[in-house]
């Protein structure tokens, strides 16, 4: 696989202080030419799933020998093991956490490695802190799998274990499927993990959510202002809106909670 030199940088640091800039910065010392795009450092803190979620939605919309680095880890300084897989023409380096979990559960065609810290020093990583590997660790690696100095495998072993996703994939039992809510945007849009591909033989769709009972609309603009629907959004799974307002706070709703989607008889 050839490597893009694009490196993307998904993780809960959110924007106070210069841990995200410092990691930025450690990737350039070593790889100048490495493009460094942040996908998103809002991430709920010590909250793995959202940003596995958004990796593994979003890394298909850049270019094959990408780079991504999601870094939610509240493990970080013990025992727990570093992930480096190569899928779909993609590397993915993440902690193993759950946070990889959906995404290796759906591609088939994947290696996946487990860091060995014995082989770090390899490429100049000894003595890391205890509460910062995004700098110490994870940025170096990026930035060695980027300018293709290293391959997976010179840093780590074969695996076939690692950590399951935190939250249950969704499931489809007869004429309903049933998911629960992974994120919430800036919008108070409430997104779930059901695929559009999982109700895609179903006539006429509504989606239960709380104690509503939600029809599909193809756009926020086909619901009136206040009122409250459901869609497959660009991202392609349901999710819950407000016409010109806020899902989660309305309906009192946030992460983690259970939503269904029925085939209602036309």
Do not use: C
Not at 25 to 51: N, T, Y
Not at 61 to 84: C, N, Q
Not at 159 to 183: F, L, Q, Y
Not at 226 to 238: E, M, P
């Amino acid at each position: 696989m050839q490597a893009s030199g694009i490196i993307t940088l998904t993780t809960d640091f959110g924007h106070k202080g210069p841990f995200t800039a410092v990691m930025k910065g450690v990737i350039l010392g070593r790889f100048p030419a490495a493009r460094v795009i942040d996908m998103g450092h809002d991430i709920p803190a010590q909250w793995p799933p959202e940003a596995g979620f958004w990796v593994s939605r979003a890394y298909r919309y850049f270019p094959k020998g990408t780079v991504h680095l999601a870094i939610v880890d509240p493990g970080v300084g013990t025992e727990r093991d570093i992930l480096m897989v190569e899928a779909d023409g993609h590397t993915f380096l993440a902690p193993d956490n759950g946070l990889l979990g959906p995404l290796l559960d759906r591609v088939s065609d994947k290696t996946v490695f487990h860091v060995d810290a014995k082989r770090l020093e390899s490429i100049g990583v000894a003595d890391p802190s205890a509460t910062f590997h995004g700098r110490d660790i994870f940025a170096p690696i990026a930035a060695e799998l980027a300018s293709e100095r290293i391959r997976l495998s010179d840093l780590g072993n074969p695996t076939g274990d690692w950590i399951p996703g935190w939250v249950d994939e969704p499931v489809r039992a007869g004429d309903h499927v049933t998911g629960s809510i992974v994120t919430v945007d800036t919008f108070g849009n409430l997104i779930s993990n059901i695929d559009a591909t999982m109700i895609g033989e179903f006539g006429q769709p509504v989606v239960r959510i709380g104690q509503r009972q939600l029809p599909m609309q193809q756009t926020y603009g086909r619901a009136e202002p206040g009122d409250y629907l459901a869609l497959i959004n660009s991202f392609g799974v349901i999710e819950v809106a407000r016409a010109e307002g806020d899902a989660a706070e309305g309906l009192g709703l946030g992460r983690g909670a259970p939503i269904t989607v029925l085939d209602s008889p036309a």
